[in-house]
């Protein structure tokens, strides 16, 4: 099986453990009930194999998903022509991003700076320092929510950096799901950028997710500045993400 059709097999079984699972000919709607739009999306439902027809596939999602919300994230090259038969159907490509990966068994955690402490979230406390530093690098408006105590790390986990009892970095990753999973949520406090925690947070997300049992992690960087950081840690281009939605919604 190739990198692309094992990312997006580990994706979709990972997050069809949380997710509503709509079945729908070549793709799999994944909903989250009352949360984000951006949080419910389809991927392919057969990844490694090509697709060639769409059959009632758009019909099933569309009377599942929310009027208009309709929206695809697939890994370009493990669904082979479902790409040009969406742009056909009159989705229109809202990203096209890298999709990197590593081995997490080759990555070697960088020293911190002085007086930069890493560690994993092991309380609601934790996780909520770390999301408000994430929640305000994003941008995000008003202020963050309250985070749930952090359950066991092969369901997903964060790691933080500190400076004097301060987050000022955060990574996550996602479920892990044979043996792959996601690093995300990568954001550093915009006073203590460009002084190397991108880099030490996500190595060090690598690495718990590995202990988590994941021999494969991949990423998708938001930037070229971005992208450089994660070939600091190993990661690698390996395919492409291809995020599609319906023509209306601009998202």
């Not at 990198?3 to 994944?30: D, E, H, M, N, Y």
């Not at 930069?116 to 929510?145: K, L, S």
């Amino acid at each position: 099986m190739s990198l692309a059709a094992r990312i997006a097999l580990g994706q979709l079984t990972g997050l069809s453990r949380s997710k509503k699972v709509v079945p729908a000919g070549p793709f799999t709607g994944l909903l989250t009930d009352g949360g984000h739009p951006m949080m419910s999306y389809a991927v392919a439902a057969k990844p490694g194999e090509p697709v060639t027809d769409l059959g009632d596939s758009l019909d099933v999602l569309r009377a599942a998903f929310p009027p208009g919300a309709l929206r695809f994230e697939l890994v370009e090259q493990a669904c082979p022509g479902a790409a040009r038969l969406l742009e056909a159907a009159g989705l229109k490509v809202t990203a096209r991003i890298p999709l990197m990966v590593v081995d997490p068994a080759t990555v070697t955690l960088p020293a911190p700076p002085e007086g930069v402490e890493v560690a994993a979230a092991v309380t609601a406390n934790d996780q909520a320092a770390g999301n408000a530093v994430a929640h305000h690098a994003f941008g995000m408006p008003g202020e963050p929510g309250p985070a749930g105590e952090p359950g066991p790390a092969e369901d997903g986990g964060s790691v933080v950096a500190w400076v004097q009892g301060q987050a000022v970095a955060i990574a996550s990753w996602t479920q892990v799901a044979d043996g792959v999973t996601e690093i995300a949520g990568i954001a550093t406090a915009a006073e203590h950028r460009r002084k190397g925690l991108a880099t030490l947070v996500t190595a060090h997300a690598v690495k718990a997710a590995e202990a988590a049992g994941a021999t494969l992690t991949w990423l998708t960087p938001g930037d070229d500045g971005a992208e450089q950081v994660y070939a600091n840690v190993g990661f690698t281009k390996v395919a492409d993400a291809i995020h599609f939605a319906e023509a209306s919604t601009g998202t």
